[in-house]
């Protein structure tokens, strides 16, 4: 039939085409899958609400800010009906997830945070696709009127639930999209389109293969998992670092070891990373001087030299003084060495007086180290009392 459901102009075979050229196009550019689906997503109006109304969002007012916005994708381009969801491997070689995380003296940071900032990188690719497309297929845009609109986690729009229509995996229960064949360590990307893509496309919803595994609730380290599919935003170590602005809370403060910007413990753990694909885009290549580096040089970074090294990285968008406090907390952390811990306090105390905020934290590390050092003090005295007590008379 020449005309589809929606009295689309296009044929059957026409947009069958279409989307054979946009498959090769995307894998030519790096993406690692691509699907297309409508943009129905009512079926989340719900879920997300109650997430809401749970304030599991934390600090994240923009989450309740163009809600409309994120239940019709539709409203954020007009005459929009399809969207295009790309995927695109990030994993780094020799990721050094055991090394970092095993040394308290190490900084961890999210390995999707090692390389240059994947919104600007996906943005620069989703435009290159488009542009690509209009190349081959001139005619059709000119004559359809055709508009697009590429999204990269940077506007009122659901992306796992598209993702997962799309065909490109299912939610998991730690609320990331995991895919059978790739795992969950990708990002995602989308084009919004006034072309009827998802027509004649057999439904593409993956049944979720989480099964009774409850590896990711048990082991993140803030329990920020509170039911199977939802996380409580305020509890997670990533939302703790990145998105949070203010303090961390107390209890949260001892849980979060090494980990300085993000945490990937659900991810490491999950079954369906075993044999997860490496990212191939030079681009997102981990920076070296972010894969094992020692918290006290990042420590001792000043504002310009903090500037300079996350140029381009996602890491810069957090601000200095939350990567001093973050930093700080897992100095704090660190266990106590009669020899070490004298170094680490002298470095948080040629920090302080930079903001209330970097000082409450380092106040709260030194006090870390110094509790530990009476403790030791303590257990020493009582070692000495027992082994006097233990002695002849005559010692």
Known sequence: MDNCRNNSPLSTEKITLIKATIRELSLELGFSQVGFCDLDVKNEHKRLKQWLDNHYHG??????NHLELRENPNLLLEGALS???????????????AQVLSQPELGYISRY???RDYHKVMRKKLAQLVEKLKEILPLWFKKLSLSYRPFVDSAPILERPLAAKAGLGWVGKHSLLINKEAGSWFFIGEILINMPLYLQESPATIESLCGTCQACRTICPTQAIVDDYIVDARRCISYLTIEN?????LEFRPLMGNRIYGCDDCQLICPHNRLAPLGQLEALIANKKLKAPTLLSLFSWDEMTFLKETEGSPIRRIGYAAWLRNI?????NIPFDENQSPLFINALNEKKGLSELVDEHIDWAISRHRGQA???????????RSIKKGLPRDA
Request: proline share 4%; hydrophobic share 55%.
């Open 374 to 384: 009476i403790l030791v003090t303590q257990q020493q005295k009582r070692l000495v």
């Open 83 to 97: 969207a295009i969801v790309v995927r695109l491997d990030y994993l780094p070689a020799d990721a050094k997830f």
């Open 59 to 64: 600090s994240m007012e923009w989450m309740h």
């Open 245 to 249: 602005k203010g303090a961390i809370p």
């Open 113 to 115: 945070a090692l390389g």
């Open 328 to 332: 700080a907390t897992a100095l704090g």
